[in-house]
């Protein structure tokens, strides 16, 4: 359990006679702040931001038949292994790293738009 404590003097005819001491239970506030701070250290370790977040719970909460119309293609500054892992995980049609080229995305749409 998580307190904060609030002190208060308690006063008759001008005169300091004692203290208050008032204790709020904050474990709801805590444990909150700490599943914050969890998820920003995932997310910072993972390259994922918290928009890319949204949009990906948004995506799977579409019908079946929309999901397969959609193309995304993932663009990214990381080349890390685990970073690499994950991304293959995701729902996503291609993987491009930074710096984004002509080249790049002439392959993209090639290779998902072209009729």
Same mark, same amino acid.
């Given at each position: 359990?998580? *307190?904060t404590?609030?002190?208060?003097s308690? %006063?008759?005819? @001008?005169?300091?006679?004692? +203290?208050?001491? *008032?204790?709020?239970?904050?474990a709801?506030?805590? #444990?909150? %702040?700490q599943r914050?701070?969890e998820?920003d250290?995932?997310?910072h370790s993972s390259?994922?931001?918290v928009?890319? #977040?949204? *949009?990906l719970?948004?995506y799977q909460? #579409?019908?079946q038949v $929309?999901? $397969?119309?959609?193309? +995304?293609?993932? #663009? ?5 292994e685990r970073?690499?892992?994950r991304?293959?995980?995701?729902p996503?049609? @291609?993987f ?11 392959d993209?749409?090639?290779?998902h *738009?072209?009729q």
């Amino acid at each position: 359990m998580y *307190f904060t404590f609030t002190y208060q003097s308690y %006063r008759e005819n @001008g005169h300091i006679m004692g +203290i208050s001491t *008032f204790a709020y239970n904050v474990a709801e506030q805590v #444990l909150a %702040r700490q599943r914050v701070q969890e998820l920003d250290a995932t997310l910072h370790s993972s390259n994922v931001s918290v928009g890319q #977040l949204a *949009f990906l719970e948004a995506y799977q909460h #579409l019908p079946q038949v $929309q999901q $397969q119309a959609v193309i +995304i293609i993932m #663009l990214t500054t990381s080349l890390h292994e685990r970073d690499l892992t994950r991304a293959h995980e995701l729902p996503i049609s @291609g993987f491009l790293s930074k710096p984004l080229t002509q080249e790049k995305v002439t392959d993209v749409l090639r290779q998902h *738009f072209a009729q």
